[in-house]
């Protein structure tokens, strides 16, 4: 067949490098630390609370912006951590995820050829996402810590002349998945001035809000004066209550960026699984000690994972939230990342995804390599007897 039968948008993107790690790890029984899922169990409380669901008989279409029950947890969760009132019959829409949430936003709000702008290495997604609502996205970089620059960090007049009239948004991932960066308050208060001053929209995922490390602090940008009527907050329980095949997330926004993102989240799927929003709404009502000790749990896991990375020879970037460490693998001579992926995953037994995935010009994350640590202890184990053949084919390299 010599036709290409595919449209222009699905064929200008390719699968994503993420899951296509997880197949690998799969196919060679490896330890998984690059897709972005514990395997750990979630909390028994919310999985009794989505069985009793089912039993209930909370088995037909929700309303289709979401439940009551959640959408009223969502705006007394955001209201009490942000200080920001939120009418859940105006404000909120849950969707199939973060993910359907920043499609639908992003469908909502973008008009063929409008910018938008995406810090990079950015979440994989937002490519696509750009792609599919006919956004041309503007990319701006995260550069690495370096002497006297301990956090990743963006260069100001590089993100101030981003910004133009064909500006509809930016995208902000804070805490950060890859990087772990958690943007400043005057970072974002930075972006907030550019936002007023060109009337862009600020979308904001924010899913790793819980995960903080070293006493960290999460800074909502809806919280900035100004900036809740211009801002698109999303988020899901995915991370936050470790249920990542639940599909329940959420847009928290001002009553007319609802209007459409509503409308839009109709049409592409009804509704998110109706029990699993009861179930979502019952972690909402989880008590402070669930979120500390879920902070707690993860950074004795980075250290771990940061060690084992170290001593095998990986140089780390430290994560100040999130569950991800880049890496620099400059020193283990491979050509490229791909191939450094595809060595580790075959012949070492451990996947992680090519830093390249994460940027727009491949070129740029040639030398990183992302891992995930939201693992039990256990797999942390495994992966660290497996990466000592990396230790040693190091030593080979520099020999
Ligand atoms: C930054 C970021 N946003 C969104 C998602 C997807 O979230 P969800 O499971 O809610 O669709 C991920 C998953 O890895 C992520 O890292």
Redesign the pocket.
Known sequence: MSKNRLSQKASSFTESVIREMTRLAQKHGAVNLSQ?FPDFAAPLSIKQAACDAILADINQYAVTWGAKPLREAIAADFTARHGVPVVPDEQITVCC???EAMMATMMAIVDPGDEVIVFEPY?ENYGPDAILSGATPRFVRLREPGPGRPDWYYDSEELAAAFSNRTRAIII?TPN?PTGKIFRRSELEEIAALCRKWDAIAVT?E?YDHILYDGETHVAMASLEGMRERTVTIN?V?KTFSV?GWRV?WTVAPADLTNGIRKVHDFLTVGAAAPLQAAAASALALPATYYADLAAGYSRRRDRLMGILESSGFVCYKPRGAYYIMTDISAFGFSDDVAFARYLVADVGVAAVPGSSFYRDPATGRTKLRFCFCKKDETLAAAEERLQKVRSSKLEVRS
């Open positions: 972005g995820g973060s993910t979440y991932n998945n995922d899913i899901s995915s990542t997330g």
